[in-house]
């Protein structure tokens, strides 16, 4: 059973930084692209920033400059640096991993639970 787990989520002020952390576990063969979404009330889901397993890296044009995603591929791990955050930014973040668990021979989408994150202050 694959699962993606975050944390770091919270309440931070306007131009306060935050770090979103997200753990795939289980049996697990190899690991594509790896990412991060988020979800405002009313909104739709968008693309914040993603990160393939070479580590080129692609941003939301909002988050450009501010936010900095990494991986760490020996843990399964990825993580987002959010910087100079602004109230804009409040959504719920979910991680996102493109993963070929053992048990399969194609590429599964899976998602984290999501993890809140509040800009205000």
């Known amino acids: 059973q694959v699962q993606l787990v975050e944390s770091g989520g919270g309440l931070v002020q306007p131009g306060g930084s935050l770090r979103l952390s997200c753990a795939a576990s289980?049996?697990?063969?190899?690991?594509?692209?790896m990412g991060w979404y988020r979800q405002a009330p009313g909104r739709q889901r968008e693309l914040v920033a993603t990160i393939t397993s070479g580590g080129v890296t692609n941003y939301a044009d909002s988050v450009k400059g501010r936010f900095t995603i990494s991986r760490d591929n020996a843990k399964n791990r990825v993580a987002l640096q959010m910087s100079s955050l602004k109230p804009e930014d409040t959504a719920v973040y979910y991680c996102n991993a493109k993963i070929t668990p053992s048990s399969r021979q194609y590429i599964v989408n899976y998602w984290g639970q999501g993890t809140q994150v509040t800009v205000s202050s």
């Open positions: 289980g049996s697990i063969s190899s690991i594509d692209a």
